[in-house]
């Protein structure tokens, strides 16, 4: 399967952005999927999951309440909306997509096995 993110950009502090992952070559049902971040200089960190039914939305808490999760599986589409955004979610954002992944499991980057490529996000004050 692969991954292919998109949406990224430059924005100010405040606005908001939509980020987008089409799945190539396989179908969305069956998948758990997530979203990831990493900043320069720092380790790759989760930032919001959602399991293969839709469900269960879990996030971190740096982004509860700002970022939602949401899946289409008839487009094989992953999105997150992302609002008032701040300058310290500047980053490289990552999608990912794996069978066992859960609520519990889901929030370490080793246990994905499909990555995107990342879309840079960019947060001004």
């Known amino acids: 399967v692969q991954l292919q993110a998109s949406g990224g950009g430059s924005v100010q502090a405040g606005e908001s952005m939509r980020l987008a992952c089409l799945v190539r070559g396989r179908t969305l049902a069956g998948y758990n999927l997530a979203w990831f971040r990493q900043a320069p200089g720092r380790e790759k960190e989760f930032v919001a999951g959602?399991?293969?039914?839709?469900?269960?939305?879990y996030y971190s808490d740096s982004v509860k309440g700002r970022f939602t999760i949401s899946r289409d599986d008839l487009t094989k589409t992953l999105y997150l909306q992302m609002n008032s955004l701040k300058p310290e979610d500047t980053a490289l954002y990552y999608c990912a997509a794996d069978y066992s992944p859960h609520v519990s499991s889901g929030r370490t980057p080793g246990n994905w096995a499909y990555w995107g490529q990342g879309t840079q996000v960019t947060v001004s004050s």
């Open positions: 959602i399991t293969r039914r839709g469900n269960i939305r």
